[in-house]
């Protein structure tokens, strides 16, 4: 198997923008179930075949979706999560960048309690190579395969799927967990499923500069994970209190380094890859122990 | 986003904060008249910049006297004080106000925060004295690890608050806010406790964290920090400092906080970078990169240094990378007199390499790059991409992947240096 998401996924998308209509098919070509899309006050017309209904309860209930993603512009896009999760949607797949973060807050807020899990926003989604893809990665360059990924990033993600396919690595889930500062799934969440995943060996981690995410997840590796991981930090030469792109990706008061970030993860037995042209033999390095 | 310490308390006051009475003035004889009509003994006189440690800082005359007092006295700690004086003078007659004031506008103030090449003084706030009976530390932030605001006090005011963090824990006092309540009274009423606050007064501390949480939650604020905030000898509080942050994602619900932006305050380039939606930041080095994607941005400025060289900026072109944003980003980037080199690093995911090269080379042909251009190209229809490059008769040197190209970059810009 995989995590999370397979072939048998239902995906209803939310905001049938440009955007919302291109990935859409996209990821209808990749394979994935696409069988819904919400566009309130459209319910009951439809998008090259596939159905618009007026709420996500609708989609639930007439197509069975279990999986949304959501390319809503920022000032709705708090709201289409929470409209996700109030209709039992199991996981919810937020693209959209720029979110408030007072927004998250709330939507953190409202989940809390609730069977939904929230991947990023401000992310690149998903994808379970040869079976389903809910997001706005090529697909072409994953291969199905038994390593785990997980990343802060949209390009670095691509960078390192394609240094492991180029090895003849494949990968049984890929996930672009979001550049912002509150994210609805972390690091620690997902390794934990990777963990627990008998099709999954090992993981490869991206993280970046900011926050202690990456820290806590080296403590949770040493107490926990029983597959090896490998990972890389970005940033190393970001200079301190400048906002690298994302939201998320600042050093603020000398915390948040990557330097840091790198000794933690050594300290509990990762391997590190020195350089992101290193990601694919870190790896490899990793998988032999 | 941040604002100045005057639009920061005029914000504070219409929650009810309070605040020094005072005003701000752009020339020194309004600093003098600021300070007549105050009417007060002690004014205070403040330099206004967006950088913290403007009391300890110098003011200089020249960019390279700045440089030589930060990397003397300011870079870091334990370094010999400086004898200059700094961005934040007491004065005891408008005569006084208006010689400070003529000693600090227009002039640079160099501090921990402006680094090496300082920053002009273009505003100055007068305010009244106050009597200070102690000073003490608040500051509303959102703690990433929950998800949720966090407010924080300490009765070491007035000092680096990370470092008392590090060398005495037990003096922060730490509040987590739900959202779905708000600040409750006896989450301020432990914070005011803490602070050794007692009966009678509690009431009116409970009231100034609720109007500051307030405050920030209103703002939309990223940061809200106070500090010193000043409890008189008469027992009432004041915000002497206040530094305020707002979320960029946040700005376009809050018109009235857009309007304080003060473009002084920023990079000239990062702003016309921000026109066309492009994410740049300028670095020390010689080496140029255009890069499509934040987090591959970061590494591709590290795999420089990792090959030996050092980076001249950190610029993101987005995912889709047009003719457009690659031809703003050239001029960006080339304006910087020390690059000696551009690496373009560029996945192509769902945008297709072809069109990604058809934009770098008309581009470049649109700018005339003059210096070694080094491109990576990797994804979608990557041979057509590369045929294009090659066809284009632009001298563009092509790297097989992320590592080869970091080293030609690094080459390139060696020989031309």
Known sequence: MSILLSSKSRVVTQGLGATGKFHLKGCRDYGTQMVAAVRPGKGGTSWEDTPIYDTVADAVKHQGVDVSVIYVPPPGAADAIMEAAEAGIALIVCITEGIPAADMVKVQRYLEGKPSRLIGPNCPGIITPGQAKVGIMPGYIHKPGRIGVISKSGTLTYECVHQLTQLGIGQSTCIGIGGDPIIGSGFIDLLRLFNDDPDTDGVFMLGEIGGAAEVDAAAWIKANMKKPVAAFIAGKTAPAGKRMGHAGAIISGGKGTAAEKIAALEAAGLKVAPSPADIGSTLVAAMKG | MNVHEYQGKALLARYG?????????????????????????????????????????????????????????????????????????????????????????????????????????????????????????????????????????????????????????????????????????????????????????????????????????????????????????????????????????????????????????????????????????????????????????????????????????????????????????????????????????????????????????????????????????????????????????????????????????????????
């Not at chain 2, 706030?125 to 500051?139: F, H, N, Q």
């Open chain 2, 17 to 417: 904060v309070r605040v020094p009475r005072g005003e701000v003035a752009t020339t020194a004889e309004k600093a003098g008249e600021i300070a007549r009509d105050l009417g007060s003994a002690v004014c205070v006189v403040k330099a206004q910049i967006h950088a913290g440690g403007r009391g300890a800082g110098a003011m200089v005359d020249t960019e390279a006297e700045a440089a030589a007092v930060f990397h003397d006295n300011l870079e870091r700690e334990g370094l010999p004080k400086h004898a200059r004086k700094g961005g934040v003078r007491v004065v005891k007659s408008p005569a006084e106000a208006l010689e400070a004031a003529r000693s600090i506008l227009g002039k640079l103030l160099v501090t921990r925060q402006t680094g090496a090449s300082g920053r002009e003084v273009r505003r100055i706030l007068v305010e009244e004295g106050c009597d200070i009976g102690r000073e003490l530390y608040l500051s509303v932030l959102l703690d990433r690890s929950c998800g949720r605001v966090a407010i924080m006090a300490s009765p070491a005011g007035g000092m680096d608050i990370e470092k008392v963090a590090e060398e005495t824990p037990e003096k922060i006092f730490r509040e987590s806010i739900d959202p779905a309540v708000g600040f409750q009274a006896f989450q301020a009423r432990r914070l005011a406790l803490g602070l050794g606050v007692r009966e009678e007064k509690l009431d009116e501390w409970v009231k100034f964290f609720q109007a500051i949480y307030t405050a920030y939650v209103d703002l939309d604020c990223s940061l809200l920090e106070i500090n010193p905030l000043v409890e008189t000898k008469d027992g009432s509080l004041i915000a002497l400092d206040a530094k305020v942050s707002f979320d960029d994602n946040a700005l376009y619900r809050h018109a009235d906080v857009r309007e304080l932006r003060d473009e002084h305050e920023e990079d000239p380039k990062e702003r016309q970078a921000a026109k066309f939606d492009l994410s740049y930041i300028a670095l020390n080095g010689n080496i140029g990169c255009m890069v499509n994607g934040a987090g591959l941005a970061m590494a591709t400025m590290d795999i420089i240094h990792h090959h030996g060289g050092a980076p001249a900026n950190f610029c993101d072109v987005g995912g889709g990378a047009t003719t457009e944003k690659v031809a703003e980003a050239f001029k960006i980037i080339l304006a910087d007199a020390s690059v000696k080199a551009v690496f373009i690093n560029i996945f192509g995911g769902i945008m297709r390499c072809d069109v990604l090269a058809q934009g770098v080379v008309e581009a470049s042909k649109q700018v005339g790059v003059k210096v070694p251009l080094v491109i990576r190209l990797e994804g979608t229809n990557v041979e057509e991409g590369r045929r294009i490059i090659g066809a284009s008769g632009l001298n563009i040197i092509t790297a097989a992947d992320m590592a080869d190209g970091a080293r030609k970059a690094v080459e390139a810009a060696a020989a031309a240096a």
